[in-house]
């Protein structure tokens, strides 16, 4: 049974046409959109953390925002930087958030993408030691991260004050939420290393490489690769695996006014990101069958579990709950998706 969740980048800007204006739009509006995708049964609502733009940024309000106006529906993100955060604070919001959602939480995390500042995580002060990049560190922010939910002892106990001298875990711990940490990857190498540290596998809208094969092939064979390796590793929980997809069904005037004319988005993109080759992945649109019959075919989107639909958030809450809807009563069934009312 496939989940349905829905993406947003939270952008803000006060130019004609945007329903999402400021800073305050933008965060009330994800609330009220996750609301209403949890009453038409979509099974996730997830946000996209950048730095230093008019996008959404510290999630862990955001997302406990989210939590309490529902009672069902994933929150998570897809992906937090890891180059920019504090392993041991976002372990406890992150356990605070998911304590407060029922443990609903759904963490992507990973290196990131390019950013709007020159080495922006150093303005948060963290600046790689010699020899090492922030990758790297990204790396070594989430082991701690990860370590420090799951439980282990990562301060020394003052033995004045507890009358003990062992090592002290990060509180509150939220049990269950190292099981639902995901791995933002671009290459089918990460995703191997992904599966190897047992985490989940999110997989995005683009790749940081290209072998010449459609999109969506490539991104099923970093899937399988993640699927073998997970195996290899003998983890014994069944990891989850989640695409994104652009999806934007034609069955208004207004749908036609805004989407009718990217037809051109229909290809797969090659360009240049991060000082390599990337392919990017077509966007789906157009009348919601022949859409339904394109996904079913989409490689990629057979395997994963899980979609992720990008929504375009400055068009405003009723239309983005009109797409979602759009896409669950006329899409998505054909994928092997069911609402989730319960």
């Known amino acids: 049974?496939?989940?349905?969740?829905?993406?947003?980048?939270?952008?803000?800007?006060?130019?004609?046409?945007?329903?999402?204006?400021?800073?305050?739009?933008?965060?009330?509006?994800?609330?009220e959109l996750a609301v209403a995708a949890e009453?038409?049964?979509?099974?996730?609502?997830?946000?996209?953390?950048?730095?230093?733009?008019p996008q959404l940024a510290s999630p862990f309000p955001l997302l406990a925002a989210m939590a309490a106006r529902t009672s069902r529906i994933e929150v998570g993100t897809g992906v937090i930087d890891m180059r920019y955060?504090?392993?041991?604070?976002?372990?406890?919001?992150?356990?605070?958030?998911?304590?407060?959602?029922?443990?609903?939480?759904?963490?992507?995390?990973?290196?990131?993408?390019?950013?709007?500042?020159?080495?922006?995580?150093?303005?948060?002060?963290?600046?790689?030691?010699?020899g090492r990049t922030d990758s790297d560190d990204a790396r070594t922010h989430t082991a701690l991260f990860r370590a420090a939910i799951d439980g282990a002892g990562v301060a020394m106990a003052n033995p004045q004050?507890?009358?003990?001298?062992?090592?002290?875990?990060?509180?509150p711990q939220s049990p269950g939420l190292a099981d639902r940490i995901w791995w933002g990857s671009g290459t089918r190498q990460t995703a191997r290393w992904t599966a190897e540290q047992g985490m989940n596998l999110m997989s995005s809208t683009l790749l940081t490489e290209d072998t010449g094969v459609p999109f969506d092939?490539?991104?099923?064979?970093?899937?399988?690769?993640?699927?073998?390796?997970?195996?290899?590793?003998?983890?014994?929980?069944?990891?989850?695996?989640s695409v994104?997809?652009?999806?934007?069904?034609?069955?208004?005037?207004?749908?036609?006014?805004?989407?009718?004319?990217?037809?051109?988005?229909?290809?797969?993109?090659?360009?240049?990101?991060?000082?390599?080759?990337?392919?990017?992945?077509?966007?789906?649109?157009?009348?919601?069958?022949?859409?339904?019959?394109?996904?079913?075919?989409d490689a990629a989107v057979r395997e994963a579990d899980t979609v992720l639909l990008t929504v375009p958030n400055q068009l405003g809450v009723d239309y983005n709950a009109h797409?979602?809807?759009?896409?669950?009563?006329?899409?998505?069934?054909a994928l092997g998706w069911r609402p989730n009312l319960d």
């Not at 009453?39 to 733009?53: L, M, N």
């Not at 919001?93 to 150093?122: C, H, K, N």
């Not at 229909?266 to 992945?281: C, I, K």
């Open 244 to 297: 994104s997809r652009s999806v934007l069904p034609i069955v208004t005037d207004l749908d036609r006014r805004y989407f009718g004319g990217r037809s051109a988005e229909n290809t797969d993109q090659v360009g240049y990101l991060d000082g390599g080759v990337a392919r990017f992945g077509k966007s789906y649109v157009g009348e919601p069958d022949a859409i339904a019959d394109e996904l079913s075919r």
């Open 1 to 31: 049974m496939k989940r349905i969740g829905f993406l947003s980048f939270g952008h803000w800007q006060p130019v004609p046409g945007s329903e999402t204006r400021t800073a305050r739009d933008a965060l009330l509006q994800t609330v």
């Open 217 to 241: 092939e490539l991104q099923a064979e970093q899937i399988a690769i993640f699927r073998a390796a997970w195996a290899e590793a003998g983890w014994q929980r069944e990891p989850r695996v």
């Open 85 to 130: 955060e504090n392993p041991l604070y976002m372990a406890e919001e992150a356990a605070v958030t998911d304590l407060l959602s029922g443990g609903r939480l759904q963490l992507g995390v990973s290196r990131g993408s390019p950013e709007t500042a020159l080495r922006g995580s150093e303005a948060f002060g963290y600046v790689p030691a010699d």
């Open 323 to 333: 797409l979602l809807e759009t896409i669950a009563r006329h899409v998505a069934p």
């Open 161 to 171: 004050v507890t009358g003990t001298s062992g090592a002290l875990a990060i509180q």
């Open 39 to 53: 009453e038409i049964g979509i099974d996730g609502a997830y946000v996209r953390v950048h730095h230093f733009a």
